[in-house]
């Protein structure tokens, strides 16, 4: 028996990493394996120094019978979930049946793609017994999918990493829901090298995503608000500006967006576009920082957890919740990109979390020992619960 983490695409999200880093760590590394969509990335960024890694999608060993119905499911039915979880129905098909299928994306349920996930955890508990969800947020008018409904009874335990989250399941009469903090408060940092125009705690980090400036119908305003932002803190105030990425995937890279602002601003000597590596030393950087702004919700999390005072450019229940969990409200500390109207919006914000900085402080000195404490206990509950007997080095899959 053993811990199986799933539904992980890769850890040029350093958001995945830092959840694989944390949830292995939060169930025990030498009791935990990792199924990865990019083993490649696990070893760039020393994960497979920490627990065993395995590819969670093959060609071989897939039916020609389960191929042809796949098809069939496609050009008859039009549903694509079916040919969408064939490559992962391998690996799946060679854990032991008394293995833990630990679902570690918490994100999954935010994106339209979220039946296929639904359609993968159906086909495993044909091979396996116990199933949890770890550190999920699910939009609480999704649950009126009763597809979706049925699949969540279905695992054995759900955490949420979130209250608007963790209201709705229990209101929907999910009672093997139980609330926990995202487990990425508890990452450690790494000190790493800071670029040389950052200046420690007087420095503002700013991160922004591909798949923000996606979803807003107006990208250039999304751009024009940052420029306004930096130029207002080159322009009044004596700290620099670091650009910090939090994903480095070929077709959703921060560092496209982030570069792009860098060279507008470089001449003047006082900003930094920070290199891509592992997400504690992401986090190190982030914590010399002396306020942030990040759309990639680890990035933020990163912030908070080392009392940074933050916005957040949230997009989804997400940020809402956590931000809410964290200061009772999520007004001011989180801007959707659906209320980014003006040229101003983003600065109007940032100078509010600057104005506020103290008190802000104080929360998060207050409340993240609380997150981390929970997290620790969370996972003792697991490891509890399910008896670990088998070391993952005599397994393979």
Same mark, same amino acid.
């Given at each position: 028996?053993r811990?199986?983490?799933y539904?992980?695409v890769?850890?040029?999200?350093?958001?995945?990493?830092?959840?694989?880093r944390?949830?292995?760590?939060?169930?025990?590394?030498?009791?935990?394996v990792?199924?990865s969509d990019?083993?490649?990335?696990?070893k760039?960024y020393?994960?497979?120094?920490?627990?065993?890694?395995? #590819? /969670?999608?093959?060609?071989? %060993?897939?039916s020609p019978?389960?191929?042809l119905?796949s098809y &069939?499911?496609? @050009?008859?039915e039009?549903?694509y979930?079916?040919m969408?979880?064939?490559?992962?129905?391998?690996?799946i098909?060679?854990?032991n049946?008394?293995?833990?299928?630990?679902?570690i994306?918490?994100?999954?349920?935010?994106?339209?793609?979220?039946p296929k996930?639904?359609?993968?955890?159906?086909?495993?508990?044909?091979?396996?017994?116990?199933?949890?969800?770890i550190?999920?947020?699910i939009?609480?008018?999704?649950?009126?999918?009763d597809?979706?409904?049925?699949?969540?009874?279905?695992f054995?335990?759900i955490?949420?990493?979130?209250h608007?989250?963790?209201?709705?399941?229990k209101n929907?009469?999910?009672?093997?829901?139980?609330?926990?903090?995202?487990?990425a408060?508890?990452?450690?940092v790494c000190?790493?090298d800071? #670029? /040389?125009?950052?200046?420690t %705690?007087?420095?503002?980090?700013?991160n922004?995503?591909?798949? &923000?400036?996606? @979803?807003?119908?107006?990208?250039a305003?999304?751009?024009d608000n940052?420029r306004?932002t930096v130029?207002y803190?080159l322009?009044?105030t004596?700290?620099?500006v670091?650009?910090i990425p939090?994903?480095a995937?070929?077709n959703?890279?921060d560092?496209?967006?982030?570069?792009k602002l860098?060279?507008?601003?470089?001449?003047?000597g006082?900003?930094c576009l920070?290199?891509?590596?592992?997400?504690r030393?992401?986090?190190?950087?982030i914590?010399?920082?002396?306020?942030?702004?990040?759309?990639?919700?680890?990035?933020?999390?990163?912030?908070?957890?080392?009392?940074?005072p933050?916005?957040?450019l949230?997009?989804s229940?997400?940020?809402?919740?956590?931000?809410?969990?964290?200061?009772g409200?999520?007004?001011?500390f989180?801007?959707?990109?659906?209320?980014i109207s003006?040229?101003?919006?983003?600065?109007?914000k940032?100078?509010?979390i600057?104005?506020?900085?103290?008190?802000?402080k104080a929360?998060l000195?207050?409340?993240?020992?609380?997150?981390?404490?929970k997290i620790?206990?969370?996972?003792n509950?697991?490891?509890r619960?399910?008896?670990?007997?088998?070391s993952i080095?005599s397994?393979?899959?």
């Open positions: 028996m811990f199986v983490l539904n992980h890769g850890s040029a999200n350093h958001g995945c990493e830092a959840l694989v944390t949830v292995s760590h939060m169930l025990g590394e030498e009791n935990t990792l199924l990019a083993p490649d990335e696990e760039e020393g994960i497979t120094d920490i627990i065993d890694v395995f #590819p /969670s999608e093959s060609e071989k %060993g897939i019978m389960d191929r119905y &069939f499911k496609l @050009k008859v039009k549903n979930f079916y969408d979880i064939l490559p992962f129905k391998p690996a098909d060679k854990l049946p008394d293995d833990i299928l630990v679902s994306g918490g994100d999954i349920f935010c994106y339209e793609n979220y996930y639904n359609l993968l955890h159906k086909y495993a508990l044909k091979r396996i017994k116990h199933s949890i969800l550190g999920c947020s939009e609480p008018e999704l649950l009126e999918d597809a979706l409904l049925e699949d969540l009874r279905s054995e335990l955490s949420a990493r979130e608007i989250t963790f209201d709705a399941l929907n009469g999910l009672n093997n829901a139980i609330y926990c903090p995202d487990s408060f508890c990452l450690p000190k790493t800071l #670029p /040389s125009a950052f200046i %705690g007087n420095t503002v980090g700013i922004i995503s591909p798949l &923000f400036l996606k @979803k807003s119908k107006d990208p305003l999304i751009l940052l306004t130029s803190v322009n009044h004596t700290a620099s670091a650009f939090h994903v995937w070929k959703n890279d560092r496209e967006p982030l570069k860098y060279n507008e601003y470089r001449s003047g006082r900003v920070v290199e891509d590596q592992d997400a030393k992401l986090k190190w950087i914590s010399q920082c002396s306020f942030f702004i990040g759309a990639r919700t680890h990035a933020t999390i990163a912030a908070y957890s080392t009392g940074v933050t916005l957040a949230g997009y229940v997400k940020s809402r919740g956590i931000a809410r969990d964290l200061f409200t999520e007004e001011n989180v801007l959707p990109y659906q209320d003006s040229q101003t919006a983003i600065l109007d940032y100078r509010w600057t104005e506020n900085a103290q008190s802000i929360v000195s207050a409340k993240i020992p609380v997150f981390q404490q620790i206990e969370t996972g509950l697991l490891k619960k399910y008896v670990v007997s088998e080095k397994n393979k899959i």
